[in-house]
């Protein structure tokens, strides 16, 4: 089946060495250069299906299925659009390459592959409404037709200063409030730390040593 591509630019703000990123891979009410607009609650079914599969759209290199540069660790949509956090593979060359570009600014753009379930058209101003789609992946590309979408930063885990701040990224990451808390009372009690700084120690080292707690899936 083949897929459609809606553009996005963005602006790297900061970069870490981790390679993890966020940002926004679609923008809602923002006209492309196809004519194309995404309307709020169009990724809603599809993410709730990749949800129920344990699954995440794929992080791609310019469209291409055979070259994935890494992962989608979240993706939720708010006010703004679908926001999605990733992690780029370092260890290998494309991952490694698109940091690069990515650090210099080369990169300039997203693009999610998708194809339509329900859209509205609009006979006088030619702009066609995507109301549903089916997100097949996300891709960093070299030419965006969409001036709105901005990626947010760069996150690594060093950037955790509070325990409140580890609570915030693990719910970013799809935990529950009440998951997030708990797993940082767990690990402060491990940490044995009448203190704050023997607190984020143990906090930080518990998310170093386990990095596959943030790709976990919640319903």
């Given at each position: 089946m083949n897929t459609k591509h809606f553009d996005t630019p963005f602006e790297l703000k900061s970069l870490n060495e981790t390679g993890a990123f966020e940002g926004y891979g679609s923008v809602f009410g923002v006209?492309?250069?196809?004519?194309?607009?995404?309307?709020?609650?169009?990724?809603a079914d599809s993410?709730?299906?990749?949800?129920t599969a344990g699954?995440?759209?794929?992080?791609?290199?310019?469209?291409?299925?055979?070259?994935?540069?890494?992962?989608?660790?979240?993706?939720?949509?708010?006010?703004?659009g679908l926001h999605?956090?990733?992690?780029?593979?370092?260890k290998t060359s494309?991952?490694?390459?698109?940091?690069?570009?990515?650090?210099?600014?080369?990169?300039?753009?997203?693009?999610?592959?998708?194809?339509?379930r329900t859209d509205t058209?609009?006979?006088?101003?030619?702009?066609?409404?995507?109301?549903?789609?089916?997100?097949?992946?996300?891709s960093l590309v070299t030419f965006p037709a969409n001036e709105?979408?901005?990626?947010?930063?760069?996150?690594?885990?060093?950037?955790?200063?509070?325990?409140?701040?580890?609570?915030r990224l693990l719910r970013e990451q799809g935990m529950s409030r009440s998951e997030a808390v708990a797993f940082v009372a767990r690990v402060k009690s491990l940490g044995q730390s009448d203190s704050d700084e023997g607190d984020m120690s143990a906090v930080i080292?518990?998310?170093?040593?386990?990095?596959?707690?943030?790709?976990?899936?919640h319903e």
């Open positions: 006209k492309d250069s196809y004519n194309e607009i995404v309307a709020p609650g169009a990724f993410l709730l299906s990749h949800r699954t995440m759209p794929a992080l791609l290199w310019q469209h291409r299925s055979g070259e994935p540069i890494g992962v989608f660790t979240a993706m939720r949509e708010d006010d703004i999605v956090t990733g992690q780029l593979a370092m494309r991952g490694a390459e698109a940091y690069e570009l990515l650090k210099m600014k080369a990169i300039t753009g997203m693009s999610i592959g998708f194809v339509p058209y609009d006979s006088k101003s030619g702009v066609r409404t995507l109301t549903a789609v089916d997100l097949w992946e996300t709105a979408a901005r990626v947010q930063g760069v996150k690594s885990i060093e950037s955790i200063a509070t325990l409140r701040d580890a609570e080292a518990a998310l170093k040593n386990n990095h596959t707690i943030l790709g976990v899936k």
